[in-house]
């Protein structure tokens, strides 16, 4: 019998000659050992420059296997991110009320959720090494636990004179945001490559359920009331239920989560598992995003939808009061609108990147409906019909937040086999800076001249990103990975050979069938040699 590698030079040798169907390919230039030229995928526009993953190592298929708790452990990450997004707006979305009750100008109140972007850019460059070296459990067990213990302290700050302590209590709780970047990355450890974006879509529902709630619940809870100890006693309440949510999902992180499986569910990871830790370099890894022209366009674009999405969740209670005075309710109503739109959107377009891997397709597409959703919400917020806001900003939402997955999947296509990690919090990171600049902006424009001139401001910024997105070129390097690696099955020691997987790229097909010709008569060679031999 032949080996691995000897049979996989003799095979591929022959590849590119007739296999006996009248279909001859271009013969793949060969650049070193066992390496070959790759068609891209079809979804890549421009081929005229071959990416890393372009002259990829033919290695042996390995064990891949799909664990029921999955799921499980992608609902303890979704509640988790939920309880957290659930203190990020606690204080915006009743702004109104906090104002009168600490006795504190808008900025103040404004920092309380700015809080949020601004404690995650400085603990990106660590979190991010720990997520690589450490795990994903470890920084999901200590984002929970901050969470936890910032939610306690702030219950001890429902009282006029507590300003500081609940602020120092939303920063406690703000370091739990240090989750961010790991959603595609968790769904990349325990998903198929047929569900992968869906998981990661879940995976950020969890965030938008508690924004969601967060709009929700805190004008239901705390009503705006003249009298301050009834007040008090209602933030109170707020904050003992929200710890005592926090608490329990802490528990559950504790017991139940877990780091990864024990045999990975996809080829791309089983071969990321076998990457040497010496091969590894964290530096080298920032380097290489830093330097992928693809991948830097959709950290600016990112940035720009993402941050637009921060500073209306933001700044939605002051613009909603400004035309329709008294209804707090009905601004976290409005909010709840736009997220639970946003969930659908991203549930949806998860499924449909599955099905197509349309990658840049979607996400621009997404892009640009949301920049026609924010214009439609600019100039009808002044109308003077509640129903009408409903409307636009479900509309806004569906689009809006219903891009941040699409955002994290088509980044990790961009960068494969970088850490998803690295990747995702990269565009996190320019997130949260672009919703500081743009929730501190929008506030001042707010203040001077109105909504109108403030969403007027952010349409801009859209704009600019759908064009930036339009420029990025799609090399979609995970989805060859997974191709090249399930084109071709083991060969049996009879002599048979398995059948070719299809990924959707039928491109590859006659490569495919040549390949298997080729096989199939070297094997009855060789079989037939070594017969002889032993007669």
């Known amino acids: 019998m032949i080996s691995q590698d000897e049979f996989s030079e003799e095979w591929m040798d022959g590849v590119g000659e007739d296999g006996g169907n009248g279909w001859s390919p271009p013969r793949k230039e060969r650049t070193s050992l066992g390496e070959y030229r790759r068609l891209s995928l079809g979804d890549s526009s421009d081929t005229s420059e071959p990416s890393a993953l372009d002259t990829a190592q033919l290695l042996p298929l390995m064990e891949t296997k799909l664990y029921k708790r999955r799921w499980l452990m992608l609902f303890i990450f979704s509640a988790f991110s939920m309880s957290n997004a659930l203190m990020w707006l606690q204080y915006g979305i009743i702004s109104n009320i906090f104002l009168r009750f600490y006795s504190i100008g808008t900025l103040a109140i404004d920092w309380l959720s700015m809080l949020f972007l601004l404690t995650y850019i400085p603990l990106f460059l660590p979190v991010t090494w720990v997520l690589n070296n450490r795990g994903v459990r470890e920084v999901v067990v200590v984002a929970a636990a901050f969470n936890c213990i910032g939610a306690w302290i702030k219950t001890g700050t429902a009282n006029p004179d507590m300003f500081a302590m609940t602020f120092f209590g939303q920063f406690v709780c703000s370091v739990g945001t240090i989750y961010m970047g790991i959603p595609s990355r968790l769904a990349s450890l325990w998903f198929g490559e047929q569900e992968v974006s869906t998981a990661c879509s879940i995976a950020v529902l969890g965030t938008q359920l508690g924004i969601a709630i967060g709009f929700l619940l805190p004008p239901i809870l705390v009503p705006n009331v003249d009298d301050v100890e009834e007040l008090a006693y209602h933030i109170r309440i707020m904050f003992y239920i929200s710890a005592g949510v926090a608490t329990f999902i802490f528990i559950l992180v504790v017991i139940v989560f877990q780091e990864k499986p024990e045999i990975p569910p996809t080829q791309a990871q089983a071969q990321a598992r076998n990457i040497p830790p010496g091969d590894y370099s964290y530096m080298a890894s920032i380097l290489n995003l830093l330097r992928n022209k693809p ?54 377009c998860g499924i ?39 409307l636009t900003a ?53 203040d001077r001249w109105g909504t109108l001139a403030g969403n007027i401001f952010l349409c801009v910024f859209l704009l600019i990103g759908t064009a930036l997105t339009g420029l990025i070129k799609s090399d979609l390097r995970r989805q060859k990975a997974n191709l090249q690696n399930s084109e071709v099955q083991t060969v049996s020691p009879t002599g048979s050979v398995s059948s070719v997987q299809e990924y959707g790229a039928t491109v590859q097909r006659p490569l495919a069938t040549a390949a298997l010709t080729k096989i199939h008569n070297l094997t009855k060679t060789k079989t037939h040699t070594c017969q002889e031999s032993d007669g």
């Not at 970088?418 to 990747?423: L, N, P």
């Open 295 to 348: 991948f830097m366009l959709l950290v600016l674009s990112y940035g720009l939808n993402v941050g637009s999405f921060y500073s209306i969740s933001t700044l939605l209670n002051r613009m909603i009061i400004e035309h329709y005075p008294g209804e707090e309710v009905n601004a976290g109503r409005i909010g709840l609108t736009i997220v639970v739109a946003g969930m659908a959107g991203s549930l949806i």
């Open 352 to 390: 449909w990147l599955d099905r197509t891997k349309t990658y840049k397709q979607t996400t621009l597409a997404v892009y640009l409906f949301s920049l026609i959703g924010m214009l439609v919400y600019t100039f009808t917020l002044n109308l003077g019909h509640l129903w009408v806001v409903f």
């Open 394 to 446: 479900g509309v806004l939402g569906f689009f809006m937040t219903g891009y941040l997955p699409l955002g994290f999947e088509f980044a990790v296509e961009l960068t494969y086999p970088e850490s998803e990690g690295t990747s995702s919090g990269l565009l996190n990171c320019s997130a949260q800076i672009f919703g500081i600049i743009f929730t501190i902006s929008q506030g001042k424009i707010i």
